[in-house]
């Protein structure tokens, strides 16, 4: 079955550049959609297709998916992006969603 | 205002059943996919379920398949999940999700705050 791989985690120095990485066979073939989790809320859509933002997401998250990998980068990250990021796929070999195992984001 | 509320979490012991349930407002409940997602304590996200905007596509997990069953009743903008021969793996924070139009590889964009099942003797 296919599986979505994600460091489970990332650090980074405030006002500095965050890179999350969701790792896939051909992921770059398919659909890709980052959501950020904050301890204790529910899942945000920050990212979908790869790159757009919904809005009221600001301009420093962005996207990108080629061949075997879609990352999520945040630049100019601050204290209030430490979050869990999660990419999402659909599976259409086994008609299903599939989430990748998550980013532990974590502002030094 | 988009909004989503589920409700039916609580303490069951392992074999019962609950029924879980999500009251959409705010937009046009019968035009969208619907999904159940769950996350056990301290793990990742986990997908459950989904249904088309008209009940005629059902997808479900292997985890789940046979034991849960998803519904919707588009009059009362609703969302249900059966839950039956529940396990502690069951154990979780359900969260109802909208999905992008009847679009399968399409996003999940709102998200209610989850209602909480525990499964324990």
């Known amino acids: 079955s296919y599986v979505l791989t994600q460091p489970p985690s990332v650090s980074v120095a405030p006002g500095k550049t965050a890179t999350i990485t969701c790792g896939g066979d051909n992921v770059g073939r398919k659909n890709v959609h980052w959501y950020q989790q904050k301890s204790g809320q529910a899942p945000v859509l920050v990212i979908y297709?790869?790159?757009d933002r919904p809005s009221g997401i600001p301009e420093r998250f962005s996207g990108s998916n080629s061949g075997n990998t879609a990352t999520l980068t945040i630049r100019r990250v601050e204290a209030g992006d430490e979050a869990d990021y999660y990419c999402q796929v659909w599976d259409s070999i086994g008609d299903h969603l599939l989430f990748g195992g998550g980013t532990k984001l974590t502002v030094l | 205002e988009v909004r989503l509320v589920e409700s039916g979490g609580g303490l069951v012991k392992p074999g019962e059943s609950l029924r879980l349930s999500c009251a959409a407002s705010?937009?046009?409940?019968?035009?969208?996919?619907m999904n159940w997602v769950r996350q056990a304590p301290g793990k990742g996200l986990e997908w459950v379920s989904f249904?088309?905007?008209?009940?005629?596509?059902?997808y479900y997990a292997a985890s789940v398949k046979g034991r849960f069953t998803i519904s919707r009743d588009n009059a009362k903008n609703s969302l249900y999940l059966q839950v039956n021969s529940v396990t502690p793996e069951d154990t979780a924070v359900y969260y109802c999700?909208?999905?992008?139009?009847?679009?399968?590889?399409?996003?999940?964009?709102?998200w209610g705050q989850g209602t909480l099942v525990t499964v324990s003797s």
């Open positions: 999700a909208r999905g992008e139009y009847d679009i399968l590889t399409g996003y999940l964009d709102y």
């Open positions: 297709y790869h790159r």
């Open positions: 249904i088309g905007s008209s009940s005629s596509y059902k």
């Open positions: 705010g937009f046009t409940f019968s035009s969208f996919s």
